[in-house]
């Protein structure tokens, strides 16, 4: 089971893994309303390193992003709900729209971002490239996002 780490505990915890010769993969997001697609996405993620760690877009940044009525679930529950899950490894809150700040913290081998990035512009990607780490896509599980959830529970008699 993961826990709900500060940056200050992240950062401890990262440099122990460096000191083992591990390797740090690491995600973020929203992770509102979770579902399987997201375990699919975080069980792909992990499988590439010793330890996930996940940055969470807290409740100010979650509306600023996604918009009026978001997120449907609060931070400190998704957190919870995400460290429950097996293969993450500790859980950041976080409140600016984008996550360079802790990967610069961080700076993990991996960063990890869902393949909708294939076709857009990923903004972290040059900061994860300027300390020397790599970026890799997950594909999403087809038919399983959060939108698509929120659609369907819309589309309820």
């Known amino acids: 089971m993961g826990e709900l780490l500060t940056l200050d505990e992240a950062r401890t915890l ?4 460096k000191r083992d010769g591990q390797t740090l993969v690491f995600t973020n997001g ?3 309303l979770l579902h399987v697609g997201h375990l699919d996405y975080l069980e ?11 940055g969470l877009n807290g409740d100010a940044s979650s509306a600023r992003l996604k918009g009026r009525g978001r997120p449907i679930v609060p931070a400190g529950e ?3 709900l995400l460290a429950a899950l097996d293969p993450v490894d500790a859980v950041i809150f976080f409140e ?16 990890v971002k869902g393949g909708d990035y294939a076709r857009k512009d990923l903004p972290e990607r040059p900061t994860v490239e300027a300390y ?10 087809p038919g399983h ?12 008699p």
């Open 14 to 17: 990262r440099e122990q893994l």
């Open 96 to 111: 600016e729209d984008r996550a360079d700040g802790l990967l610069r913290a961080l700076q993990p081998e991996i960063y």
């Open 44 to 54: 792909q993620a992990r499988a590439l390193g010793d330890a996930l760690f996940l």
């Open 78 to 80: 998704r957190a919870r």
């Open 132 to 141: 020397g780490g790599r970026v890799e896509l997950i594909a999403y599980l």
């Open 30 to 32: 929203h992770f509102d």
């Open 145 to 156: 996002s959060t939108s698509e959830l929120i659609r369907r529970i819309r589309n309820l």
